[in-house]
């Protein structure tokens, strides 16, 4: 889906983990996820500006709408790296939005509209799928929102204030749109100027809703693929180093620690970069790092045309997916 990594060590990094956590939180069901995926998928590639883009995008308002959030349209004319205007929406989905303390997810929506890093150059201008770098963030959010509308309704006495609903803190998922019209790589005649990624991300930190504060924010790109793993990414380092430890103590807890290893990746220019720098919200990014992968350190199938339904893998998915609920669930 998006950008450029940096430098990568495979040291690891004092992490201090309650070793007595225990799973908290419902059980997160990889195959609705999974579903909700290849409902994405369906639609074909959402790339900016396609009635296949708009189409989705109704879809996945009316989910969030359907799971209880309120839900509001960040629309916006953003330029794209080649002067493109794209008409882009931010969707913006809140679960109990009167919580005065808010947890920010998020991901993005679109679509890569160039395999740019397809092996077969002859495929290098074909719209990606995009499965896995767009549609799996969103899947594991709107799963979630499912799993919180349904604790709603049957635990009330889960809220640790003893009101109704399932949690004492609101939630924020964004689904971030214009992400994928970076820079691609087949213009060589110049440089990539680095501010080409994460279009909507960008605007969402410069016009945030007025009086908005989020906790922190967690982002999820590309959580759905083979053989999968989470480095702790080396921004989320930077700005937000107890977020990062805070989720991966919830990993260890929710039983997915080797789904994240205590190691450190590399620096990438992602959604969560304009939220830290911007915004002013500390938020990590959980992207996945192949240390070993020729083809991109982002995995096989990034900018592709085989970054497809074929290749999504439901423990990955359960594995991000547990550890947010654990992370949520965890929250006082």
Avoid at 142 to 169: C, H, Y
Avoid at 251 to 256: D, I, R
Avoid at 276 to 284: E, H, R, S
Avoid at 307 to 327: E, S, Y
Wanted: charged share 20%.
């Amino acid at each position: 889906m998006l950008t450029l990594l940096a430098l990568f060590s495979c040291k690891s990094s004092k992490n201090n983990v309650d070793d007595t956590a225990q799973p908290v939180g419902p059980a997160f069901n990889a195959d609705s996820a999974f579903a909700f995926c290849q409902a994405q998928c369906d639609f074909g590639p959402r790339t900016m500006n396609s009635d296949a883009h708009e189409r989705c995008g109704e879809w996945i308002a009316d989910k969030f709408r359907q799971y209880g959030c309120t839900v509001k349209l960040q629309k916006a004319d953003l330029k794209g790296y080649d002067g493109t205007l794209l008409k882009s929406t931010n969707i913006i989905a809140s679960y109990q939005p009167e919580a005065t303390t808010r947890i920010l997810l998020c991901a993005h929506w679109d679509s890569r509209p160039w395999a740019d890093n397809d092996p077969d150059s002859t495929n290098h201008k074909t719209p990606v799928m995009a499965a896995n770098d767009g549609a799996s963030g969103v899947a594991v959010m709107l799963e979630v929102a499912r799993l919180l509308r349904d604790s709603l309704k049957t635990s009330p006495s889960l809220n640790r204030e003893g009101q109704g609903g399932s949690l004492p803190i609101g939630i924020d998922f964004v689904c971030f749109d214009a992400e994928d019209w970076g820079f691609p790589m087949w213009e060589t005649d110049r440089e990539d100027p680095g501010d080409t990624w994460a279009l909507g991300a960008q605007h969402f930190a410069a016009n945030l809703p007025q009086g908005y504060e989020a906790r922190y924010g967690i982002l999820l790109d590309m959580v759905g693929g083979e053989g999968a793993q989470f480095f702790k990414e080396g921004m989320s380092m930077q700005y937000a180093n107890a977020i990062v430890n805070k989720v991966w103590a919830a990993a260890k807890a929710a039983g997915y620690a080797s789904y994240f290893p205590d190691r450190e990746g590399g620096y990438v220019t992602d959604d969560h970069v304009p939220l830290n720098k911007t915004a002013g919200i500390p938020t990590i990014d959980i992207i996945p790092f192949y240390p070993d992968c020729t083809a991109s350190s982002f995995g096989p199938t990034w900018h592709t045309i085989n970054d497809d339904m074929q290749h999504i893998d439901k423990n990955t998915l359960k594995a991000v997916g547990q550890t947010i609920i654990q992370v949520l669930f965890s929250e006082e």
